[in-house]
């Protein structure tokens, strides 16, 4: 995609767009394509999602070696992040089915932990450039997930931008830096 030798549709197929995602793809192609074309390169964050899944379900302990590679360590939740987790929890009773809320929480600190390692990574790679991270809101609101892992490994001063929908009310001040 970087290097423009793949079609929309080919790109969508090599990432399975439709059976990770879950959004409409023409919300972010925009972006994809503006990258595209101003020579920005995209890069993955997340880990194979059903190794996140399988935390949500077994646990930590349940990972064979395989997949234990791509788990780094990770910060423990924020208490407030626990709570909001509840919060989607308890109002999902799908997500309780065969599923300890323990797991739910590991399986998000997998995910936020691992697009930190990541976004790391990338710095690493190429120092001095500046990085646009495109994550879920889940994963950045109140400074916590991805900020919370980024500060855990020594890293700060990112900023955090979210989209947000006039007609929800107004959000609350500490919610991210910046609102869209």
Do not use: C
């Given at each position: ?6 079609s929309?549709e080919a790109?969508?197929d090599a990432?399975a767009w ?5 959004f409409?793809?023409g919300?972010?192609?925009p972006?994809?394509k503006?990258?595209?074309?101003r020579?920005i390169?995209?890069f ?6 059903k190794?996140?899944?399988?935390v949500g379900r ?12 791509w788990?780094p ?10 709570k909001?987790?509840?919060e989607?929890?308890s109002?999902h009773p799908?997500?309780?089915?065969g ?6 929480v ?8 691992s697009m ?5 990574a ?9 990085i646009?991270?495109?994550?879920g ?12 892992q980024?500060?855990?490994?020594g ?5 955090i931008?979210l989209?947000?929908d006039v007609?929800?009310?107004y ?5 991210a830096?910046?609102?869209?």
């Amino acid at each position: 995609w970087n290097r423009g030798e793949l079609s929309e549709e080919a790109f969508l197929d090599a990432v399975a767009w439709y059976s990770t995602w879950g959004f409409d793809a023409g919300l972010y192609m925009p972006i994809f394509k503006g990258a595209q074309q101003r020579g920005i390169p995209l890069f993955a964050l997340n880990i194979p999602r059903k190794t996140v899944a399988k935390v949500g379900r077994a646990g930590l302990a349940g990972l064979d070696d395989e997949e234990k590679k791509w788990i780094p360590e990770l910060a423990p939740a924020h208490e407030d992040y626990l709570k909001r987790l509840q919060e989607v929890y308890s109002a999902h009773p799908e997500m309780s089915r065969g599923r300890s809320f323990d797991n739910f929480v590991d399986a998000q600190r997998v995910w936020d932990g691992s697009m930190a390692d990541a976004l790391l990574a990338w710095r690493t790679e190429h120092p001095g450039q500046t990085i646009v991270a495109l994550a879920g809101s889940g994963h950045l609101i109140y400074g916590h997930g991805i900020p919370h892992q980024l500060a855990f490994r020594g890293e700060a001063g990112g900023v955090i931008v979210l989209p947000w929908d006039v007609f929800q009310g107004y959000p609350e001040t500490n919610i991210a830096h910046w609102i869209w």
